[in-house]
């Protein structure tokens, strides 16, 4: 996840302006590139405890996501992205501020509750 930040960060020119005009922290921006170098953690207990609960759980699931939600990248880096349960919300951000990511998600939700 913070490897693709920073691969979109140094093509943004406004991040690059902010950088070069020293509106950037060097000492925080190198510190998290420093994390980004590291290997990445296996998933950790709480996402498998998670998913056991899930796995157990009797009802129905359904994940939605967000396509352009940090946290929803990330539980899909740990998740099997195959998972048919997985909805995914288009070009959305974690809010679903976007019209056609409310109406979705509404139909989502009301779906849901009728239990089609």
Sequence with gaps: MVRDHY????TDPAAILRLLSGQVSLGK??????????PSAPP????QDIASG????PGDVTFLIAERDRTGKAFLATWDKT????????DATHAYVE?????WLEEQLVEALRGD
């Design 7 to 10: 691969r979109k960060r140094l």
């Design 83 to 90: 998972d048919p349960r997985i909805q995914m919300c288009p």
């Design 54 to 57: 899930i796995a157990n759980y």
């Design 44 to 47: 950790s207990s709480l996402a």
């Design 29 to 38: 921006l190198i510190a998290s590139l420093l994390g980004a170098l590291r």
């Design 99 to 103: 019209p056609h990511a409310r109406e």
